[in-house]
């Protein structure tokens, strides 16, 4: 006995599967994007435009499992595309930030006003990095000074790639919050 076939999604269907999954899929990328409405609707329009492109390849048995699988590697897309945008933006976007800039480029500031002495730079730098252990420090300088990857930090600690992945990131997020108490934001691209 032959297996029964399949049948591709008809343009008909195509209606009645937006009809029937998108408050599913919009719930879901909701939860994923951690209850951002913005991104689950970016999220889902995806889902939707590329079930569009590619509807006469699915078969209908499938369909669910298929947009669900979609919407959770286009949030990990939505996710890696904020990231980038936001570490090439950085303050630039937000107006009261002294970074701000009407073009989104760096602006052109007075150095007065805008750098502290480099004497003040370096020591309050000093002082944040002398705040970390020795395994911290360590750690900064691999990731940050001589750039090693996560791999690479992983194969020279003899640790998981998650766990290398993990103290860079507890780092990252000693050092913010370090910066932020020295009232000296400008340190923030000067360390990480």
Same mark, same amino acid.
């Given at each position: 006995?032959?297996?029964? +076939?399949?049948?591709?999604?008809?343009?008909?269907?195509? $209606?009645?599967?937006?009809?029937?999954?998108?408050?599913?899929?919009?719930?879901?990328?909701?939860?994923?994007?951690?209850? $951002?409405?913005?991104?689950?609707?970016?999220?889902?329009?995806?889902?939707?435009?590329?079930?569009?492109?590619?509807?006469?390849?699915?078969?209908?048995?499938?369909?669910?499992?298929?947009?669900?699988?979609?919407?959770?590697?286009?949030?990990?897309?939505?996710?890696?595309?904020?990231? +980038?945008?936001?570490?090439?933006?950085?303050?630039?976007?937000?107006?009261?930030?002294?970074?701000?800039?009407?073009?989104?480029?760096?602006?052109?500031?007075?150095?007065?006003?805008?750098?502290?002495?480099?004497?003040?730079?370096?020591?309050?730098?000093?002082?944040?990095?002398?705040?970390?252990?020795?395994?911290?420090? $360590?750690?900064?300088?691999?990731?940050?000074?001589?750039?090693?990857?996560?791999?690479?930090?992983?194969k020279e600690l003899g640790i998981t790639y998650y766990s290398a992945k993990m103290r860079v990131f507890r780092?990252?997020?000693?050092?913010? $919050?370090?910066?932020?108490?020295?009232?000296?934001?400008?340190?923030?691209?000067?360390?990480?």
């Amino acid at each position: 006995m032959r297996p029964e +076939k399949k049948e591709p999604i008809s343009d008909l269907d195509l $209606n009645d599967i937006i009809d029937d999954y998108y408050d599913s899929i919009w719930s879901y990328s909701l939860f994923l994007s951690g209850h $951002n409405p913005d991104a689950a609707e970016e999220i889902t329009q995806e889902v939707f435009l590329c079930l569009i492109e590619k509807w006469h390849v699915i078969k209908k048995e499938n369909v669910g499992g298929w947009l669900f699988g979609v919407a959770r590697r286009k949030f990990y897309e939505y996710i890696k595309a904020e990231k +980038k945008e936001k570490k090439h933006l950085l303050y630039y976007d937000d107006p009261d930030s002294p970074f701000f800039s009407d073009k989104n480029e760096a602006a052109i500031f007075d150095d007065e006003y805008f750098c502290p002495d480099e004497s003040v730079i370096d020591e309050a730098k000093k002082k944040i990095l002398d705040s970390l252990s020795d395994d911290e420090r $360590n750690m900064f300088n691999q990731y940050f000074e001589k750039k090693m990857t996560y791999n690479e930090i992983m194969k020279e600690l003899g640790i998981t790639y998650y766990s290398a992945k993990m103290r860079v990131f507890r780092l990252r997020k000693k050092i913010i $919050n370090a910066v932020k108490s020295t009232d000296l934001s400008v340190l923030l691209f000067m360390l990480i």
